[in-house]
């Protein structure tokens, strides 16, 4: 009981994955000593995908130099001796640190650092030798890009050990790694600088890139791999190198006493008849490669076992000599998907194979896939339908939300409220299709391709047309329907709490914000603005910072926000900026507004940073959707106004965002209290970050800045020509200091121009740039510089607590509701066409209903007289009669109606055919059913009246 104890002591010392996504300055290491400052340095150039390093930033450009030899060469064998010989001063060991950074964290951390490495396709150590744990378990929690198989798990990849029987100081076997299956080994960075790990056993796995030449008859091809890497005392891993590995590459020692044929004791039966691989014990591998290094011409022997072979090699590691080991790799790869053979026993998952058992060795401790169990797993066959036919508060609660929408756009009575609310209560909710994300996503392509054909091709059947519309439109709402994320939990989890009654809350319910606090500890995101309503929950969000503020201490933030249109690169930019893993897959991408919460450390200006994660505007998905362009401006408005400072990402020179959403966004700011407590600035300072810009081109990246002033100059002046100067807007920039121009550097411009995240986007090469993280490094830091340090505009910055951004929320809420009208809009533009187009067309109404009072004049004259003679003739006729005035017969009437409308109906025609001409003009044609059906309804009440 008590080493039981001891061991839950131990684990609960180790730090989470939260910690390890804490923000620090770049120059964080330097404030430290030892040990912990090579450790941050080494987690920062994880999380900021930068070039691996224990050391300065000076040491790193140097190791990049001096790692840049990949053709294995004696010259960078002999590198390798004088770096380990004249070392004048001591350096830290990248593995060590890596080991020692691993240690520091439980599960959760140490499966983003693996994450983290085999992103950039780097190996992952198989154990740390301080704490004796192992990480076999933990890998089948680990996904590995690309084959999108967990690692712990994966029976389909084929499987290489690459070993060396050599002095880790003398060893090539990195080189083998790099240039044979383009995996990088951390111990390949310390032999490039001499500061080797002092591990007696380096073993590590990785998943590799094959890269299988094209021939003749075959187009190239790439091939994943996963290569264990050993090199030491590889005898204790060797019963697990025998379950686990199809092909094994040794590099022997030239030393005859660390040979390879003498780490074995050899058997009795062993006679020089025996066969090469039995002699050596290498028959429990179905193909194995013995390389001995020499400074002779390369040869090789090449022996066929009973199911693969054995091969000696002798030479230099040069060209020819990695480009054999490459062939046989690939032979061995080919001669096992045609023969189905893998090797002699059946092929386990790397989590079943027993390791480092005599040395004492246990895994780290994490919970496993297959203890987790959920009460009705078995009977959820599709998560799409939980979220259609399960999760009724969130259906319930989008009825709700149009509710709200009603009242502001359409001013509805309470009684209408109630009556619509019995409606929802009483109608059973509706089913929708069965249909899963994969299978949506194939139908939506396929009807947008049908449906531009048909415009493309001028086909003139408009009921054809219009039923692909409308097929489309119908497959994009069941694909948003059939999205489920971790959001939608939280969603049910809200609104279980919020609309039950706080005395019937049970003692688990109770507890929900506090776990949704904790949620936002923990380093996950949560749900600020429902991606699917478009609505805040303001209670549910007010009781979870309230319960945040009551698990945390200091509460001063930083809030920052990010925008741009889909696929911009919102999220990966985040995720490369701050070490987070915010979620940027297709048709995964980031719903609604998220928060997520990071802790700072060494910014004595606040305690924590929190990042405002918007949905990417102008989403395909909802293309052609009532609402969407609603939808768009509330959410970027929504995440402009609530932070401190916003990215805006233009992807491509694509400055949509800018031309059309922001202009959208100082509309509905304008006139409200928040500008003029601001004195009509916005509250956040404006970023802009271009990406994917070739940025060897130097023509293009000088017109970059010039375009983005100009667009942004457009968009005030259209603002201020749509207010007409009357409210807060006048001459001055909403934009406060924005620097868009810079006489010393470009790096003070609140500008920056980027390439891709990746270099290459095919493999081997689809691992991150270290560029780009560099680049971001610096823009943070300009960031937190120009917003929160610098006084240029004359006020100093305050962070925000939790309690006053609550407040604020609800503040920033209102005036977007107060500017609701302005959302219906995608441009400035537009609503400039509207009104221009609702003036014209008031016009029209004005000219009916004077038409009408005109003709209806004339004509109750004409029956005045009428009247007023047949009276004076039934007076001659027959002087004591009296006329009574209500006789008079409604044929009369009818005759002066039809009349009535016979003289008008030629200005009708006139005005029918003006209306249509003003309705049908250029970018109005949105609104034309709309005002045609308000002319047929005015020319109604006209004749009615």
Not at 728 to 751: A, C
Not at 867 to 895: F, G, H, L, Q, W
Request: hydrophobic share 35%; glycine share 6%.
């Amino acid at each position: 009981m008590a080493s039981r104890d001891n061991k839950m002591s131990e684990q609960r010392k180790k730090k989470s994955y939260a910690a390890f996504l804490i923000d620090r300055p770049s120059n964080a290491s330097q404030l430290h000593q030892g040990n912990q400052g090579a450790i941050i340095t080494l987690m920062n150039c994880l999380r900021q995908r930068l070039v691996l390093t224990a050391g300065s930033k000076k040491s790193e450009h140097q190791n990049i130099a001096s790692g840049a030899d990949g053709g294995g060469s004696m010259g960078f064998l002999l590198a390798k001796y004088q770096n380990s010989s004249s070392a004048a001063a001591k350096k830290t060991s990248v593995y060590d640190t890596l080991l020692q950074l691993i240690d520091e964290f439980d599960a959760t951390g140490a499966a983003e650092i693996f994450r983290l490495l085999l992103e950039r396709r780097t190996a992952i150590p198989l154990f740390v030798p301080d704490s004796r744990k192992h990480h076999l378990n933990l890998f089948r929690h680990i996904t590995i890009p690309g084959v999108n198989t967990r690692l712990g798990e994966d029976q389909s990849l084929f499987r290489v050990a690459v070993i060396s029987c050599c002095q880790r100081n003398v060893s090539q076997t990195t080189e083998i790694m790099k240039s044979v299956f383009n995996v990088q080994s951390v111990h390949r960075q310390d032999l490039s600088t001499g500061s080797l790990s002092s591990n007696p056993l380096i073993a590590e796995i990785g998943v590799g890139c094959l890269v299988i030449e094209a021939t003749s008859k075959t187009a190239q091809k790439v091939q994943h791999v996963l290569v264990i890497h050993v090199i030491g005392e590889f005898r204790h891993l060797w019963k697990c190198l025998q379950h686990f590995v199809s092909y094994l590459l040794v590099e022997d020692s030239t030393i005859e006493e660390e040979r390879f044929c003498h780490m074995f004791p050899k058997d009795e039966e062993t006679t020089s008849t025996t066969h090469p691989a039995t002699a050596l014990g290498l028959d429990a591998f179905n193909f194995s490669c013995v390389w001995t290094p020499s400074m002779g011409e390369m040869s090789h022997e090449f022996v066929v076992t009973g199911n693969g072979f054995c091969l000696r090699v002798e030479g230099q590691l040069r060209g020819e000599t990695l480009s054999l080991f490459k062939d046989t790799v690939s032979a061995a790869l080919e001669m096992v998907i045609q023969s189905n053979c893998t090797t002699s026993q059946e092929q386990k998952m790397l989590h079943e194979i027993p390791v480092l058992i005599e040395e004492a060795y246990s895994p780290l401790e994490c919970v496993s896939p297959s203890a987790v169990h959920w009460s009705d797993c078995h009977s959820v066959q599709r998560l799409g339908d939980v979220k259609k036919f399960e999760f009724l508060l969130q259906k319930y609660y989008l009825k709700r939300a149009k509710i709200e929408e009603a009242k502001v756009e359409h001013c509805l009575n309470n009684e209408m409220v109630a009556q619509f609310e019995d409606e929802i209560r009483k109608n059973e909710l509706a089913k929708r299709g069965e249909q899963e994300l994969g299978p949506l996503l194939k139908k939506i392509q396929e009807l947008s391709t049908l449906y531009a054909e048909s415009l493309s091709n001028a086909v003139r059947e408009t009921g054809l047309v219009s039923k692909l519309k409308k097929d489309l439109n119908s497959g994009k709402t069941e694909l948003i329907d059939s999205a489920l994320n971790v959001e939608h939990l939280w969603r049910e989890l809200s609104h279980l709490y919020t609309d039950m009654e706080p005395e019937k809350r049970s003692s688990s319910i109770q507890k929900i914000p506090r776990l949704a606090a904790q949620h936002l500890l923990d380093g996950f995101p949560l749900e600020l603005l429902d991606g699917d309503s478009n609505m805040i929950r303001q209670d549910w969000i007010k009781v979870v910072l309230y319960e945040l503020g009551k698990l945390v201490e200091r509460k001063r933030m930083f809030v920052l926000s990010v925008m741009g249109v889909q696929s911009s690169g919102k999220s990966t930019m985040l995720n490369t900026m701050f070490g987070i893993k915010m979620r940027t897959s297709v048709g995964q991408c980031t719903r609604g507004v998220n928060m997520q919460l990071l802790a700072v450390e060494g910014r004595p200006e606040y305690d924590y940073i929190l990042l405002l994660d918007t949905e990417g505007t102008r989403a395909p998905e909802y293309h052609g959707l009532p609402g969407s362009e609603k939808r768009d401006n509330q959410m970027a408005t929504l995440s402009i106004l609530l932070s401190d400072a916003t990215i805006i990402i233009i992807p491509c020179e694509n400055d949509a965002a800018v031309k059309e959403i922001l202009p959208i966004v100082l509309m509905a700011y304008d006139g409200t209290k928040l500008a003029e407590r601001n004195g009509s600035r916005l509250s956040s300072r404006m970023f802009f970050l271009y990406n994917r810009i070739d940025t060897s081109q130097a023509s293009k990246l000088d017109n970059i800045i010039p375009t983005l002033g100009t667009s942004l100059h457009t968009a005030f002046n259209q603002v201020q020509k749509l207010t007409g100067n009357l409210t807060n807007l006048k001459s001055e920039s909403p934009f406060g200091s924005f620097n868009l121009h810079s006489s010393s550097s470009t790096s003070d411009r609140d500008v920056i121009i980027l390439g891709n995240v990746k270099s290459n986007y095919e493999p081997p090469g689809d691992v991150p740039d270290e560029a780009y993280g560099e680049a971001l490094i610096k823009f943070r830091e300009h960031i937190h510089q120009q917003r929160v340090v610098s006084n240029v505009e004359g006020e100093a910055w305050e962070s925000r607590t939790l309690e006053g951004f609550s407040s604020y929320i609800k503040e920033v809420w209102y005036c977007i509701c107060s500017a609701d009208f302005n959302f219906n809009f995608a441009t400035v533009i537009e609503r400039m066409t509207f009104d221009q187009l609702d003036i014209e067309y008031k016009l029209k109404e004005q000219e009916l209903s004077e038409a009408y009072m005109k003709f209806f004049t004339n004509i109750k004259k004409k029956m005045r007289k009428m009247n007023e003679r047949k009276t004076n003739v039934a007076s001659a006729a027959c002087p004591m009669t009296i006329v009574d005035p209500s006789n008079n017969n409604n044929e009369d009437y009818s005759s002066f109606i039809t009349q009535l409308n016979y003289i008008i109906s030629p200005t009708l025609k006139k005005l029918d055919d003006e209306v249509k001409v003003i309705v049908g003009g250029n970018g109005r044609e949105k609104w034309g059913a709309q005002f045609l059906q308000m002319w047929k309804l005015n020319k109604k009440e006209q004749q009615e009246i």
